[in-house]
């Protein structure tokens, strides 16, 4: 067993030659670089028939592409590269790692291959002996659903330790989805009406205003509920809705959000509207007949003493008319209305917008100027500069690289998330055509009460005479 103090050291991708190294990880080998935090080996490996000089252009690129290359940095990173060229199922691939890794006594090995390489790859390790003393990290999707997620933990736990265990959803490492945390146990105002009698309703939405980007192949396999409802919106929910950990170590944390996980009731076929939008079908990689949905609107019910009957409703779409991740918290309208007749919905909120702009804000009413006791709405808004922030994956990858697995996923939570979902997989029935642009089918306006309604989440404005709140930016 790695001991959570033990710092790896040396860094192992698997999957060097492919997109995401392109794209995420050697940004963010570059950024860790760059804070002193990557001082040792880091091994590629890939089977691609390329050399090191290749693997060290393809990096090049890479920042490039990222929109940065540091040299003093990007020339560190060539001189602790190393490259192995070789097949994934054969031991020799593994003798080459175990001589490269010589000296180092806690290697960490990332797994940025497709998951149906993940068991061999473990296998290996393990039979190996790089698996010995060393951590691991695991892309996302982390099975297909709760069997296969079951029996990728079974795999894993065969060769590591739990705590050396490091399954990752990058919206964790988002700065913004880690501030909804910091903001509901660090401020007293919220908790009294953080609950069941305050709350009418939670809304989150994940818009995306792009198809599936060429991806079609892979989205085919997975689909909106797999591919972001069941890691990072279920993982964003547990962080609004558990109660507050006992400590601020990653233990506490992730009992508090198992308890919350489980609390979360199984999704039942009515409960889930699930679209597709007009031209999906055409996109390299799509069956002609794909019924895979790129767009669902679901009611989530979380039976636990805080929010028994609060209905958490979550919505996820690509071709939607806005690319924009967002969270209203409606309250309750107050119990007698003395002032005007009526009280609009959605009048007394917290709104959380965590990407691609990071606002919080409260929805109040007030005395609109007048003899007359009628009223207005308005905001009360807290913005963010996110320019100077890590990225989630160089985030991630620091945690991991340090044993810090606060912003990792635990085995159970992994397979209560599947549990919530697996009921509303692969469902017998057609999807509902939307056009591109739009909020999805009609029918996922019966997700939500009539009074309700979804709350789109809109282009942030952004004031003229902006200032910085104190203590935010
Ligand atoms: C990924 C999904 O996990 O998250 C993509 O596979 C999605 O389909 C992406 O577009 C969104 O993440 P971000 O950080 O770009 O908002």
């Not at 190294?21 to 890939?46: H, N, T």
Request: some cysteine; aromatic content about 10%; overall charge negative.
């Amino acid at each position: 067993m790695t001991p959570a103090s033990h710092s790896s050291d040396a860094f192992v991708f698997f999957g060097a030659t492919g997109d995401l190294a392109y794209k995420k990880i050697f940004p963010a080998l570059q950024a860790l670089i760059r804070r002193g935090e990557l001082d040792m080996p880091v091994i590629g490996i890939a089977k691609a028939g390329w050399t090191l000089e290749q693997l060290r252009q393809r990096a090049r690129e890479s920042l490039e592409h990222a929109g940065e290359v540091d040299e003093q940095a990007y020339a560190q990173l060539c001189r602790r590269l190393h490259y192995i060229d070789g097949d994934y199922a054969d031991p020799d691939t593994f003798r080459k790692l175990g001589k490269a890794l010589a000296g180092a006594m806690h290697p960490l090995h990332y797994l940025a291959i497709p998951p149906s390489l993940f068991p061999s790859v473990i296998k290996q390790l393990a039979e190996s002996g790089c698996a010995r003393d060393a951590r691991v990290v695991v892309e996302k999707p982390f099975g297909r659903d709760l069997a296969s997620a079951r029996a990728l933990n079974r795999v894993l736990h065969g060769a590591f330790e739990e705590s050396s265990i490091f399954r990752i959803d990058h919206y964790l490492g988002k700065e913004a989805v880690q501030n909804l945390l910091y903001f509901r146990f660090a401020n007293t105002f919220l908790e009294p009406v953080w609950n069941r009698d305050y709350v009418q309703s939670v809304q989150i939405t994940m818009a995306e205003d792009f198809g599936v980007q060429g991806r079609g192949g892979f989205y085919e396999e997975t689909g909106a509920l797999r591919d972001v409802v069941q890691n990072h919106l279920l993982q964003v929910t547990a962080l609004l809705a558990m109660d507050a950990p006992v400590g601020h170590d990653a233990a506490s944390l992730r009992a508090e959000k198992l308890r919350l996980f489980r609390g979360m009731r199984p999704l039942r076929p009515d409960d889930v509207v699930r679209g597709q939008f007009d031209g999906y079908r055409d996109e390299p990689g799509v069956a002609k007949d794909s019924n895979v949905e790129t767009f669902a609107a679901l009611r989530l019910h979380i039976d636990t003493w805080r929010w028994a009957g609060v209905p958490f409703y979550i919505r996820a779409g690509k071709s939607l008319p806005v690319t924009a991740t967002e969270i209203l918290v409606d309250l309750k309208v107050p119990p007698l209305a003395i002032f005007d007749t009526i009280e609009p919905p959605q009048s007394n909120y917290f709104r959380f917008r965590l990407s691609p702009e990071v606002v919080l804000s409260t929805g109040a009413r007030v005395k609109r100027p007048g003899e007359d006791m009628r009223g207005q709405s308005v905001e009360l808004v807290a913005r963010r500069d996110i320019t100077d922030q890590q990225t989630p994956y160089e985030r991630l990858l620091g945690d991991a690289l340090r044993g810090d697995a606060s912003l990792f996923t635990s085995d159970e939570s992994v397979e209560a998330a599947w549990a919530v979902v697996d009921p509303v997989l692969d469902l017998d029935m057609p999807v509902l055509p939307y056009a591109p642009g739009s909020w999805g089918p009609a029918a996922a306006a019966g997700v939500v009460t009539e009074l309700e309604g979804w709350h789109d989440p809109a282009p942030e404005p952004i004031p003229e005479n902006a200032t910085t709140p104190p203590g935010v930016g």
